[in-house]
């Protein structure tokens, strides 16, 4: 039998949405991991990424790990997916970028309602908040994108399919939407 | 009798009278070419760029280009259609959509003629430019993110409610959508959410307060069929196009 495919996923900037659409591909996950074998992934808890065939990012660019982690994917995958709104276009998070980060910030841990020890949080272990939040294509290369928020099940399994039998991509009208 | 005129689009001919568009007539033909500010109840404005064909080999917009007889269209082809996804691309980096969190979604036609070029990705890098959505008006709120300067609200404030509530101010990348009232203010203005102007906005800028989210999810305008089948938004009752 050839070897696997390998996959690795990582949720950025967003919700874990696009994750759970994965697993909402219900009983087909039993055709695909006929097919595929999990690499880094928070479906099966791996931390570190090795060379990949495929790597599926979800959520968009908020912060300095999200950086290093998907530049990382870049590095170690032949073909990189944006799964969903936020790592399309950044999403809801990407609605921060209308106000400066300082104005957030305060909103949030100063004047925040049931706030009782304003203090923007600063210790050294958490990462960076970058001043706006961008789609993941404006930080490394993209090769292919689902959009969505999240994207269906049924989308998943159409791009997955064609993608390892090596057909053009296409989708059915009613897989494609961007909410 | 003078003989009938036509011109072929892309395989078709398509009949046509002294003064059409090819827009015109393609439109009466049944035959669908993509667009944003056209909108056959008004003058045409040939700014959203977003019918580009090639008539004769030459790139003009669908809805100001006169039809001429024997004329050769080409509507279909994957260059025009790599056209179009661009422009809307475009359209799309230099506003905030977020449709996500936009009641329009659904029964958006920007993003039903995205889907119909097989957009699936903005493309460009984003402007996330700063814009203010104004909600002074009792029954109407406008977002100006989501505006994408068609000026179809401007035509029908003008021509049609006789009010002129709307305006582009500025040129280039600084031109922006105003009202025309004493404080800038939708709600200092006599606009009515009866008046033309509030219905005929193609995307989510313009939309009348107190009925967000009516439609679920799967029943939305665009939801089952594409715009080539459906057509405009402003074409359907109010009560079908709100997201
Ligand atoms: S106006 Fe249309 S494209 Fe823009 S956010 Fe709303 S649904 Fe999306
Ligand atoms: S508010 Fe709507 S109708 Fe008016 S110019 Fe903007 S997009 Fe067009």
């Known amino acids: 039998m050839a070897d696997k495919i390998k996959v690795a996923t990582a949720s950025l900037c967003g919700c874990f949405g696009c994750h759970m659409s994965i697993l909402d591909i219900d009983e087909k996950l039993f055709d695909l991991v006929e097919l595929v074998e999990f690499d880094r992934s928070p479906i099966n808890d791996i931390k570190t990424i090795g060379k990949c065939d495929i790597g599926i990012i979800e959520g968009g660019v908020a912060n ?8 990382e994917f870049r590095e170690h995958c032949d073909i990189l997916i944006a799964l969903g709104a936020c790592a399309v276009n950044g999403g809801i998070p990407a609605m921060r970028n209308q106000n400066t980060l300082q104005e957030c910030l305060e909103t949030a841990y100063i004047h925040g309602i049931g706030v009782d020890q304003p203090c923007i949080p600063n210790d050294p272990e958490i990462p960076l908040l970058l001043d706006k939040v961008h789609p993941i294509h404006e930080i490394v290369k993209v090769d292919h994108f689902l959009p969505g928020c999240p ?22 009208y009613e897989q494609i939407h961007y909410d | 009798m003078p003989e009938q005129q036509t011109f072929k689009l892309d395989s078709k001919t ?56 024997d004329m050769e269209v080409d509507n279909r082809s994957d260059a025009i259609m790599d056209k179009r996804r661009n422009l809307l691309q475009m359209l799309f980096v230099e506003g905030n959509h977020v449709c996500p969190g936009c009641e329009k979604s659904g029964a958006c036609q920007l993003q039903a003629v995205a889907y119909y070029t097989n957009m699936l990705s903005p493309h460009y890098t984003h402007f996330f430019p700063k814009r203010s959505v104004d909600a002074s008006h009792a029954d109407i709120a406008i977002d100006f993110n989501r ?17 002129n509530i709307f305006s582009i101010s500025g040129r280039g990348i600084k031109a922006r959508l105003v009202i025309n009232s004493d404080t800038g203010k939708l709600g200092d203005s006599d606009l009515t959410a009866t008046d033309k102007a509030v219905h005929v906005c193609p995307v989510g800028a313009i939309l ?14 665009y939801d089952r069929q594409p715009v080539s089948q459906v057509g405009d938004v402003a074409a359907h009752d109010e009560d079908d196009n709100h997201g």
Request: glycine share 6%.
């Open chain 2, 147 to 163: 505006c994408i300067l068609c000026e179809l609200c401007v035509r029908a404030s003008r021509d049609v409610d006789r009010k």
């Open chain 1, 151 to 172: 994207p269906s099940g049924a989308t998943i399994w159409t791009f997955l399919t064609e993608l390892i039998e090596n057909k053009p991509i296409s989708f059915p």
């Open chain 2, 208 to 221: 009348p307060k107190h009925r967000g989210y009516d439609k679920p999810i799967g029943e939305r305008l």
């Open chain 1, 64 to 71: 300095s790990e999200n950086v290093e982690v998907l530049r």
């Open chain 2, 14 to 69: 398509i009949p046509f009278r002294d003064g059409d568009t090819i827009m015109d007539a393609a439109l009466r033909a049944g035959e669908y070419i993509p667009h944003l500010c056209h909108n056959p109840e008004f003058t045409p404005h040939g700014s959203c760029r977003v019918c580009v064909v090639s008539a004769n080999g030459r790139h003009v917009s669908a809805c100001t280009q006169q039809a001429m007889n």
